[in-house]
């Protein structure tokens, strides 16, 4: 019922305004676009041409008349009346506005038949200048605390950190191995972070090979923690990273 009874009405609304509607999934949106593209042609055919009818008639007698009392050049004749007539009639700006329509809704029923619903030109100019001096103030506010509400925090993390790596850039790393029956796990702490330090990247750290398995954040003077597990085999490679500290690391035995 949408799609017949309204739809060719709708779909001259402009996509915005159309996905505002509360039933517009209620809508086949491709055949009332052809429809309304349809419609929108044959109206405008029949406009132009009683438009056609009405001023050529009325322009024609006009100038007949005022050929009859000889206001007109020397020499006029009917051909020559009907000739500027129809000169009128093709650049009158109502011939040109009826003509614009007739065109649009050929390229609506086109568009349709690719799925692309298209409104009407006019609906969409007012569409876009009332979006551009109506709505857009007033989204802008929502979207401004959206970014600060979102980067803020990032901005004050990233300051605390440098702040931190500042206080302890001197501290040594601090190392805890845990070891049972099956794995060991080594458990760096340092004092300032180490960026390329992502899980599940492979360290080499002397002869042994561990893979990353978490960052945390602990207590100063060493807050940045690295947790790695031992593996079983070397594996050699340009992805691994060497864990080479500049000053001889604090080894703590559990």
């Known amino acids: 019922m949408w799609t017949y009874l309204l739809g060719p009405f709708l779909s001259l609304l402009p996509r915005?305004?159309?996905?505002?509607?509360?039933?517009?999934?209620?809508?086949?949106?491709?055949?009332?676009?052809?429809?309304?593209?349809?419609?929108?042609?044959?109206i405008a055919l029949v406009a132009l041409m009683y438009w056609y009818w009405f001023s050529m008639s009325t322009w024609i007698s006009r100038l007949l008349d005022l050929a009859l009392v000889g206001k007109t050049a020397p020499g006029t004749t009917d051909h020559h009346i009907?000739?500027?007539?129809?000169?009128?009639?093709?650049?009158?700006?109502?011939?040109?506005?009826?003509?614009?329509?007739?065109?649009?809704?050929?390229?609506?029923v086109c568009a349709a038949f690719t799925d692309t619903i298209l409104g009407t030109f006019p609906l969409y100019l007012l569409e876009k200048i009332f979006w551009m001096f109506f709505r857009i103030p007033r989204?802008?506010?929502?979207?401004?605390?959206?970014?600060s509400q979102s980067h803020v925090s990032s901005y004050v993390g990233a300051i605390r950190d440098k702040v931190t790596a500042a206080k302890s850039s001197q501290v040594s790393d601090e190392l805890c191995v845990a070891k049972n029956a099956s794995e060991e796990i080594l458990e760096i702490r340092a004092g300032r972070a180490k960026p390329e330090w992502t899980p599940p990247?492979?360290?080499?750290?002397?002869?042994?090979?561990?893979r990353l398995e978490e960052c945390s954040r602990g207590s100063s003077p060493r807050p940045f923690v690295y947790k790695l597990r031992r593996l079983p085999a070397g594996v050699p490679g340009r992805t691994v990273l060497i864990y080479s500290p500049d000053a001889e690391p604090v080894k703590v035995s559990r």
């Open 82 to 108: 009907a000739t500027a007539a129809l000169l009128v009639w093709s650049t009158h700006p109502v011939t040109l506005g009826i003509a614009f329509f007739g065109l649009e809704g050929m390229a609506r």
């Open 16 to 42: 915005r305004w159309r996905n505002a509607l509360p039933f517009f999934q209620s809508v086949n949106w491709r055949p009332a676009a052809i429809l309304s593209g349809m419609a929108e042609s044959v």
């Open 201 to 210: 990247r492979v360290i080499r750290f002397e002869d042994r090979y561990y």
């Open 139 to 147: 989204e802008q506010a929502p979207q401004s605390v959206k970014f």
